[in-house]
Every structure is written in C-alpha cells, then in structure tokens.
Nanobody, 128 residues
Framework: QVKLVESGGGSVQAGGSLRLSCATFGYTYSIDSIDYMGWFRQAPGKEREGVAA????????YYADSVQGRFTISRDNAKNTLYLQMNNLKPEDTAMYYCAASTHGGGRWDFNPMYNYWGQGTQVTVSS
C-alpha cells in the first residue's frame, strides 16, 4: 500500500516562504518510476485545483498560472520525496495542500482522477 505523507505547512505572512515535503512509503520502486507526482490545494468552499506537477517521462514540470514564478516543484528520488518550494506567498494561497501520485498517467497533469494516491494534506495559511 502506497502512502504519501505531507509536512511543512504552517502560517506565514504575505511575502513569506514555506517548503512542503511529501514522503512516499510502501512503493516497490523509486518514485522516479511514478509517472506524475503533483501538488494540489483546496481552499474552503472551492474545488481542489492543481498547483504543480512533475512528469517522469520528459522530466517536465507544470504549474498553475497563479503560482508560476513563485513556486518550484522538485523530486529527490534517492529520498523518495517530493517538494514544493513556495516563495512570495499571498493570502490567496491559503488552502489545504495535498500531495498526489499517478502510476498510470493518461491525462492532463492537473486532472484529479488521474492520480491514484493522495496524502492527507497539510494546511498553509497566509495572512496579509
């Protein structure tokens, strides 16, 4: 059973930074064999949206327009860990952030149903 465990959330003021981590447990192979790994977020009353993702096939990275230039996604395959470096945080970034993994691909990077493993989430709160 694959388990994803997020950490690194917290409360910061606007303009601050946080780094989220997602440790992967129980996967037979290294995470570099996982097609897509990504970060999603959900604010109260809103749908869950894709924030960023990495694709093993092309070493590509993808970002939502709202975070482009401020957030950076990366993987440490040796540690089986996914990261999200978040800089210049804004109040509208406040949300529960979820790590997700897709072992079969087959959709756009932010297509929620494509991801078959999800973490429990870590809260990020940005005050103005």
């Amino acid at each position: 059973q694959v388990k994803l465990v997020e950490s690194g959330g917290g409360s910061v003021q606007a303009g601050g930074s946080l780094r989220l981590s997602c440790a992967t447990f129980g996967y037979t192979y290294s995470i570099d064999s996982i097609d897509y790994m990504g970060w999603f977020r959900q604010a109260p009353g809103k749908e869950r949206e894709g924030v960023a993702a990495t694709y093993t096939g092309s070493d590509g990275t993808y970002y939502a327009d709202s975070v482009q230039g401020r957030f950076t996604i990366s993987r440490d395959n040796a540690k089986n860990t996914l990261y999200l470096q978040m800089n210049n945080l804004k109040p509208e970034d406040t949300a529960m952030y979820y790590c997700a993994a897709s072992t079969h691909g087959g959709g756009r990077w932010d297509f929620n149903p494509m991801y078959n493993y999800w973490g429990q989430g870590t809260q990020v709160t940005v005050s103005s």
